[in-house]
DNA sequence: GCCTATTGTGGTAATTTAGCCAAATAGCCA
DNA sequence: TGGCTATTTGGCTAAATTACCACAATAGGC
């Protein structure tokens, strides 16, 4: 795998991250898994739309699924990619501010 | 701000990120701040591109630049993005793996 | 004041992504 | 089996993203 490849794979990974509503799925995988029909309640769009969005996090690796009944629950597969969040708040909040101020945050 | 803005803000900082030349710029400034000509050399597309992308970045809050002459040096404005990058290959690492040895991983 | 080097911007074509509908699939239960 | 529910997939269109080109803007050196 070059160089490039694997920046490739990293920026389709943290790509899958880059939306709302996955944003948002993420946030509440945290607590555990969930079910399609919970999440599809959390973010508020259509079932097919969710579900979409559900396969680009499991194609990037962000999320395992675990068929049970009629039912699929997804889950975090790799929990630590919640600890980022903290830092995303960071650049937040600094937009107009010194940069001094925040190079500790996290 | 909504939650959903919020959101929304995030997602944007994080799509951001999420490009395999901008990952290599983030990953470069990770050493110290460097110019335009640097970073253009380093990720090897047109002028033009690179300073796109770096637009992106700084519209982000990502990075700072500041001009010195002819140049224009940018540089990380929160350097805990750089932690992320671990999670992220312990995400790529995991694909066809079991969940539990990698639940620890940062 | 002109010339050149370094960046940024506007325009445009090609590709990717998002969201909706309809249809397909899969598992349960009577 | 046949119907019912939960989820996924395919098809479509609109919007966003990307990369290149040409050109504008700014700063320094002469």
Same mark, same amino acid.
């Given at each position: @795998? !070059?160089? &490039?490849?694997?920046?490739?794979? #990293? +920026?389709?990974? %943290? $790509?899958a @991250? =880059?939306?709302?509503?996955?944003?948002? %799925? %993420?946030?509440?995988l945290?607590? =555990?898994e #969930?079910?399609?029909?919970?999440? *599809? *309640?959390l973010? =508020?769009?259509?079932?097919?739309?969710v579900s979409k969005?559900?396969?680009?996090?499991?194609n990037a690796?962000?999320?395992?699924?675990? $068929?049970? =009944?009629?039912q699929?629950?997804?889950?975090?597969?790799?929990?630590? %990619?919640? &600890?980022?969040?903290g830092?995303?708040?960071?650049v937040? &909040? *600094?937009? !107009?501010?010194?940069?001094?101020?925040? +190079? +500790?945050?996290?």
């Amino acid at each position: @795998m !070059t160089q &490039n490849e694997i920046y490739k794979h #990293k +920026a389709q990974i %943290i $790509k899958a @991250m =880059g939306h709302p509503s996955r944003l948002m %799925i %993420i946030d509440a995988l945290a607590d =555990g898994e #969930k079910c399609v029909c919970e999440l *599809q *309640q959390l973010v =508020g769009s259509d079932m097919s739309t969710v579900s979409k969005h559900l396969s680009v996090l499991r194609n990037a690796g962000l999320v395992d699924d675990r $068929k049970q =009944g009629l039912q699929v629950f997804y889950s975090l597969r790799v929990p630590c %990619i919640i &600890n980022f969040f903290g830092c995303v708040e960071a650049v937040m &909040n *600094q937009r !107009t501010q010194a940069p001094e101020a925040y +190079a +500790a945050a996290e």
